[in-house]
């Protein structure tokens, strides 16, 4: 069973507009969010986080926000520019333990 | 650093053969985890190591697959036999206390 979850597989935005990736998440222990991003032939690499005694967290045109009372969490890429093309992994984890990451989001930037 | 090191970087392999996949960690990092990407499950755990020693493998599917670390700076994963269904990207990952993972390049393994 996916304790994390992206439902959307694919999404695309103009260049230049917000980009804005959902996960939502069915484990209330998990105190710790990730967003990492991927291009192709290559690893992961970590994006953003996000503790649960926040609700915000934002570097540079990257802004997390996490819901816990929904168990959501989005990530808000603004503006939008054609190097954002990637997939995106949603991951969490409870008090130090394992990441355990979502199935991913393609983002396609549109010229 | 030289980050992550995995190998090789791609593997095609006839089923039932043995397959081995090799990481190098980043020196100092005391945690390593060996992930599973395809497109049906996503990035799975398969196991994950604190100072060499095996702390979860419950993510290891079925009897064939093996992990080892025998000193802080390598790893391997092994199936053996291999299967078709096991064809993914296999990706290696460290970090220090246990959180900002650094992840490897991974290597493609195919089965036919």
């Known amino acids: 069973d996916q304790q994390v979850k992206q439902n959307s597989p694919s999404l695309s935005v103009q260049e230049g507009r917000i980009s804005i990736l959902n996960c939502d998440y069915t484990?209330?222990?998990?105190?710790?969010f990730l967003w990492y991003k991927k291009y192709p032939a290559e690893g992961p690499t970590f994006l953003i986080s996000?503790?649960?005694?926040?609700d915000k967290n934002e570097d540079g045109r990257f802004t997390v926000f996490l819901n816990k009372s929904a168990k959501h969490l989005s990530l808000h890429i603004v503006p939008s520019q054609p190097g954002d093309s990637a997939v995106y992994f949603c991951?969490?984890?409870?008090?130090?333990?394992?990441?355990?990451f979502g199935k991913g989001t393609r983002l396609h930037i549109l010229p | 650093d030289a980050g992550v090191i995995q190998s090789p970087r791609h593997e095609v392999t006839e089923m039932g053969q043995e397959v081995t996949l090799r990481c190098k960690p980043i020196?100092?990092?005391?945690?390593l985890f060996w992930y599973r990407q395809t497109m049906m499950r996503g990035l799975e755990l398969l196991i994950y190591?604190?100072?060499?020693?095996?702390?979860?493998d419950s993510g290891m599917p079925e009897d064939r697959f093996s992990a080892k670390m025998p000193n802080a700076s390598f790893s391997t994963l092994k199936i053996q036999p291999s299967e078709p269904r096991d064809s993914a990207v296999y990706f290696c990952?460290?970090?220090?206390?246990?959180?900002?993972?650094?992840f490897g390049s991974g290597t493609r393994l195919t089965v036919v």
């Open positions: 484990n209330s222990m998990f105190d710790y």
């Open positions: 991951a969490a984890s409870a008090r130090d333990d394992k990441i355990i």
């Open positions: 990952a460290s970090s220090l206390g246990g959180h900002g993972y650094t």
């Open positions: 996000i503790s649960s005694i926040k």
């Open positions: 190591f604190n100072n060499n020693v095996p702390i979860d």
């Open positions: 020196s100092g990092h005391d945690y």
